[in-house]
């Protein structure tokens, strides 16, 4: 069954952010959608970056391969533009 987005983002946040990366100090609701994953905002690294991409390939079925620099961090920007790419992602499998 297809997910919406506000499951997505909530499948971002609990399974991949916090349970995969382990980040026990912060709750799925704390996240803010349009907040930065990296830098400022949850801070994330690149090794974080590769969980979070292993993540989505596991959760979601989402392959990244192929993908240049530039899209990539348009994408995983934040939760928002993660949840919307996996989106666009799942309705393109679907039809």
């Known amino acids: ?28 609701e704390e996240i803010e959608d349009n907040a930065p994953l990296f830098g400022e905002g949850l801070g994330l690294d690149s090794v974080e970056a590769l969980d979070v991409v292993a993540g989505l ?14 899209a990539i961090r348009k994408h995983f920007y934040s939760v928002e533009t993660l949840s919307q790419f996996v989106s666009e992602q799942l309705s393109a499998v679907a039809n």
């Open 57 to 70: 390939e596991a959760e979601f079925g989402v392959k990244l391969h192929g993908m240049n620099q530039e």
């Open 1 to 28: 069954m297809m997910k919406n987005v506000e499951e997505i983002k909530f499948a971002i946040k609990q399974n991949i952010l916090i349970d995969r990366l382990e980040l026990e100090d912060i709750t799925a």
